[in-house]
Every structure is written in structure tokens, then in C-alpha cells.
């Protein structure tokens, strides 16, 4: 399973901790080559703009902007940050 599709399975803060720590094992491995952002300033900046955003991730997707945070949505935040731009 990749990193997108443990994101989208995460429900609790132990889910989220198994995601956490597969980014890391993934950021220094060869799958961190189809990441855009790398670096922890570029990751970091994404994070901000995808987050500063992402109504309209939600918009297009067809669904409602969560009004409360949840572990699935900051699994998305995490993971979003690694291609976004």
C-alpha cells in the first residue's frame, strides 16, 4: 500500500502515527524521488499553501470542507505536502 492509500484509511491517532512514520522511512528511500517537495523547507511551505487551500481540494472533489479537523484530514495535509506546489 502506498503512503496516498494509508492516508486515506487512517481514522485514529495510531493510524496517523503508522502514516507519520512510513513518510519518514519513505523520505529516505527511493520513493521520496516522486516527492516534489524533499527538503523540510520545501515540504513545510507546501503543507502551509495546501492547507491555506484546501477548500478548494475539497470543492473539486465534491465533498464538504470539514469543519473540525480529524486524523483522516491531517493525513491528507501530511501526504498533500509531499507533491504539492
Given amino acids: ?6 492516508a486515506d484509511q487512517v481514522v485514529t491517532r ?7 512514520a512510513a ?7 527511493p ?3 516522486n516527492w516534489e517537495n ?6 513545510l511551505e507546501a503543507l502551509a499553501a495546501w492547507t491555506d487551500g484546501m477548500d478548494g481540494y475539497f470543492r473539486n472533489q465534491g465533498m464538504a470542507e470539514p ?3 480529524s486524523w483522516w ?3 491528507q495535509m501530511l501526504t498533500a505536502a509531499t507533491i504539492y506546489e
Avoid: V
Fill in 1 to 6: 500500500m502506498n503512503l496516498y492509500q494509508q
Fill in 14 to 20: 495510531q493510524d496517523l502515527a503508522r502514516l507519520i
Fill in 23 to 29: 513518510m519518514a522511512e519513505a523520505a529516505e528511500s
Fill in 31 to 33: 520513493e521520496s524521488s
Fill in 38 to 43: 524533499i527538503t523540510l523547507p520545501q515540504f
Fill in 67 to 69: 469543519e473540525q479537523p
Fill in 73 to 75: 484530514l491531517i493525513a
